[in-house]
């Protein structure tokens, strides 16, 4: 499963509709990126201003009060403390305590750090106090009074109703100053937005979904603008691959101006390469059958000779005339065999030959199950297989068959154990008329075109033919030679597409 998923995974990234919704898949997502970044700043850049525009009234009244309280007698403080608990419009909780008040501030954050420093500058500028005790503590952990007394144990009238909002807990800032050798003025209070601490972030669930969905979206109309766009070419390659294997078929002029002229130039080249075809066919035909009645007249003449050396000479000329007429009679007629693709059970096919070679006392040995049918020209492909199962029991006396088919290819290996052919002429023997032996005598019955037309009609699919010597194959995994014998084997590929 997984090497299918990873198949169609590496056709997706190598097909051109694959590769343009990778682009415009990176495109938007970078896109969305950058305009998230550039807002998510700006939003960074407003929070600070609005703290900041927040932050400096807040000091000057938390100046002014600290001013008002310093500036009354010892005696009169206590009196005015309750009054201070609503004041222009903040609320504020102010005692004096015999020490410093311990408190545990919350973790730092660039609006925190804004606040502070505003209210040291103010404080500072105002006051000409420089060492403020400034801190943020959460309300259930707010020390008053002394590091042993919490808020949340006063009576509720001693400050719940100023820095309280059940069932919230925003953070309460908190001002320590010292007034003198043993008193600190004590102050807490809650910012007019007592939530700019909490450091939500901006890019919530919603708005995750909001950035997804129109990613989707884009993703959705590209595709199908994509699919438009290159459907053309997807026909045109098809149409190109079933021409190249004998199949030819018009395309349909329609689409954008571009795509109807491509399949228009594309109609014509199918129609004057099939004209040529036709009419390479029809010259050998006539050649043929031209050529038929001299060499029959030159014979009958040549028989009539007195001279038996004379004689004899013209007569082998005049047949290997008549034999190199006849080979390339049946190279174009067996190479373009005018048949429909159908489903072909190769199997099968195997099978009637090594019963054929059973009756010639020959061996033929099958390996391997095809999957399912190919589809292909039947009698080219029986052409195929008999041409290069006949070279194997020729020369090797019988013939190994492995089948190795699956969804991407049809693979099939003829061996046998003849001589072999020479590694620099491998791929010679595949020109027409080509036979290593100098003495015809061994094969009369051969022109040396089976492999010439055996890789032909598998080009004509698609696929290719190829020999290699059965000594010079390699274990991959351990680079050896797989069997140490002599022989030649054959492997024809056809792709199932």
């Known amino acids: ?72 007698p010892k005696s009169y403080r206590h009196i005015v403390i309750d009054q201070l608990q609503d004041m222009g419009g903040t609320r504020f909780f102010v005692t004096v305590n015999k020490e410093e008040i311990i408190i545990n501030d919350l973790p730092d954050s660039p609006l925190k750090d804004i606040v502070i420093q505003e209210f040291r500058h103010t404080l500072s500028k105002q006051l000409g106090i420089t060492n403020p005790q ?55 209070t809650l910012m007019p937005d007592p939530y700019f601490l909490e450091g939500a972030s901006p890019i919530s669930a919603e708005r995750l979904f909001s950035l997804a ?67 390479r066919e029809r010259l050998f035909a006539s050649i043929s059958h031209d050529l038929k009645t001299p060499i029959t007249r030159l014979r009958l003449r040549a028989e009539m000779l007195d001279e038996d050396n004379v004689r004899d000479a013209m007569i082998r000329d005049l047949e290997d005339l008549d034999m190199l007429v006849k080979g390339a009679l049946q190279s174009v007629k067996e190479t373009d065999i005018h048949e429909n693709r159908v489903e072909v059970n190769i199997q099968n096919m195997l099978l009637d030959m090594q019963s054929s070679a059973e009756l010639a006392k020959k061996s033929i040995q099958i390996h391997g199950v095809l999957q399912s049918p190919y589809i292909g020209k039947p009698f080219a492909i029986k052409r195929c297989l008999g041409n290069l199962i006949d070279n194997a029991l020729f020369y090797g006396k019988s013939a190994k068959v492995y089948i190795d088919d699956n969804e991407e290819r049809l693979c099939i290996r003829i061996q046998d154990e003849g001589p072999g052919i020479p590694q620099d002429k491998l791929d010679k023997v595949f020109q027409p008329y080509t036979r290593l032996g100098l003495d015809h005598s061994m094969h009369p019955s051969g022109m040396g075109l089976g492999l010439s037309i055996a890789r032909n009609i598998a080009r004509a699919h698609g696929g290719e033919v190829i020999l290699r010597n059965l000594d010079s194959l390699v274990d991959t995994a351990s680079d050896a030679p797989v069997e140490q014998r002599a022989g030649l084997e054959a492997v024809i590929t056809l792709p199932r597409h």
């Open 213 to 279: 969905a129109s990613i989707i979206t884009v993703l959705i109309l590209s595709l199908l603008v994509i699919r438009r766009v290159t459907r053309p070419l997807a026909t045109l390659a098809k149409a190109a691959e079933q021409f190249g294997q004998g199949d030819w078929r018009p395309l349909q002029e329609i689409g954008s101006t571009e795509v109807r002229n491509t399949a228009h130039a594309f109609n014509d080249m199918q129609t004057r390469l099939q004209r040529y075809l036709n009419d």
């Open 134 to 188: 400034i801190a943020f503590s959460s309300p259930d952990d707010l020390h008053v009074i002394s590091n042993e007394i919490k808020l949340v144990d006063l009576p509720e009238r001693w400050g719940h109703h100023s820095l309280l909002v059940k069932p919230l807990t925003p953070p309460i800032l908190v001002i320590q100053i010292p007034i003198n050798n043993d008193e600190w003025l004590y102050l807490a």
């Open 1 to 72: 499963m997984m090497a299918v998923m990873r198949s169609k995974m590496q056709k997706l990234l190598q097909s051109l509709s694959g590769q343009i919704l990778i682009v415009m898949t990176v495109g938007v997502a970078l896109a969305q990126f950058i305009s998230s970044s550039i807002w998510l700043k700006q939003l960074d850049a407003d929070a600070e201003q609005n703290v900041r525009e927040v932050s400096q009234p807040m000091a000057f009244r938390v100046a002014a009060t600290i001013s008002y309280f310093s500036s009354l």
